[in-house]
């Protein structure tokens, strides 16, 4: 069994996974999100935001109007509507309240960042296809109120587990699944582009400008997306892909300036090995890295950690591996490359999921004397959430640092 260490100052050694305890609070509380799979989720340097999954079997505390009356009442098939808010330097969870009417279809949808809003794509409930998304959602942090936005031009079909990506004003949507008869399902091919500025959809690739072959090798689920200099690159393997190809040898990229795909031969790493094909991992990008970890092959779940070099393309893999092997699950990466990870299956029979948070740093961090100061402050105040601001003021605190303790944006 392998040990796993946990973290309780924030900081740790480079290449090792640390479990974060939540913390229980007098003033938080001590809530945690159920576990999940499915979901999505995005860190702005303070906070871990996760949104939706699913849990096959929901055992939600029953309400009863006579206390004495306690249990729990299973709901199967949940599919969670939730938003969650990991704070890093409280280690506290809490459940974001918000207004008007947030999406349905919540499993395996898309989020990304932009500002202070979230932004979010796709998604379906169960059954799964039956009903699907391509609305773009937006969650105002600050004002903590859902809408939808407008949009006009070549909409993407309703449709889940897509990537998209942000590239400063333009939105690309690719891949996914989305039914299209009663029994009949396509992982698609399709590359969508939304400029935000003007709220109107491109397609830049579909079913139309390719063939069957090519939809079958390209049509992925559940994958991720990175950007370098003209291209997009499809961070994943399709179905034929993943029993025809051992080893993840080749990407698809999308060229943005010719509109064309291509086929891109990426190098081993020094010890000439490359990461096996497999579905249903976590895919970050941070500066030219990408990192992927975990995921199954429907014989094994991986715990292993990949490095891609979109500069060199090359793969490394890192020494660490996972304490707990999962797909399904999410990752989110700081400015500052720690990633954190957050829930997934951890059994190929699909029945049990985790609520586990870990994080670990991909390279080398020094923090700044503030940095240092403040994670001495909160070890000595563990339960600093409840401590009113013009105390910390008067204790010489800085204001943007109180602000780090809200879970969500200061108003």
């Known amino acids: 069994m392998m040990e796993i260490e946990q973290q309780s100052d924030g900081e740790g050694k480079v290449g090792k996974f640390y479990l974060v305890e939540p913390v229980q609070s007098r003033h938080a509380g001590y809530k945690v999100p159920y576990p999940r799979s499915g979901h999505c989720c995005v860190t702005d340097d303070r906070n871990l935001y996760v949104f939706g999954g699913y849990h096959p079997e929901y055992q939600r505390p029953l309400e009863h109007p006579n206390p004495e009356i306690e249990g729990n009442m299973i709901i199967f098939n949940e599919v969670f509507q939730e938003l ?24 395996s949808m898309s989020m990304t ?7 979010f794509f796709g998604g379906t409930c169960f059954p799964w296809g039956s009903i699907s998304n391509n609305k773009i959602y937006m969650l105002d942090l600050r004002e903590k109120r859902w809408s939808v936005l407008q949009v006009t031009g070549e909409k993407p079909p309703k ?5 998209i990506i942000l590239l400063q004003d333009k939105l690309f949507v690719y891949g996914g699944c989305r039914q299209i008869s009663e029994f009949e399902f396509l992982f698609d091919s399709d590359l969508h582009m939304l400029n935000l500025q003007t709220q109107i959809w491109t397609s830049l690739s579909d079913s139309k400008s390719q063939t069957r072959e090519m939809i079958e090798a390209r049509g992925m689920y559940r994958h991720g997306l990175a950007h370098y200099n003209n291209r997009i690159f499809i961070i994943g393997s399709s179905w034929t892909e993943l029993y025809a190809h051992k080893l993840q040898t080749k990407l698809h990229a999308f060229n943005t300036d010719t509109l064309e795909w291509e086929l891109v031969n990426i190098a081993p790493s020094r010890d000439d090995d490359y990461p096996e094909r497999r579905v249903y991992h976590s895919s970050v990008q941070c500066g030219n890295d990408v990192y992927i970890c975990g995921g199954h092959n429907n014989v094994k779940i991986y715990d292993d950690v990949w490095k891609l070099s979109l500069s060199e393309l090359r793969w490394t893999r890192l020494t660490a591996v996972m304490p707990q092997p999962a797909f399904f ?24 999921r985790t609520s586990d948070v870990y994080k670990i740093w991909l390279e080398p961090h020094i923090p700044s004397l503030l940095e240092l100061s403040w994670k001495t402050i909160l070890s000595h105040i563990p339960d600093i959430y409840g401590v009113p601001r013009e105390h910390l003021l008067m204790l010489g605190v800085p204001r943007h640092l109180i602000d780090r303790l809200k879970p969500v944006w200061p108003v």
């Open 159 to 163: 449709k889940y587990g897509q990537a």
């Open 113 to 119: 960042l932009a500002g202070n809003v979230l932004l």
């Open 329 to 352: 699950h999410s990752a989110a990466v700081t400015s500052t490359k720690c990633m954190y990870i957050y829930g997934g299956v951890t059994c190929l029979e699909d029945r049990v």
């Open 84 to 107: 969650w808010c990991f704070n890093f330097d409280t280690r506290t969870w809490c459940e974001v309240e918000t207004t008007g009417e947030p999406p349905r279809q919540t499993a």
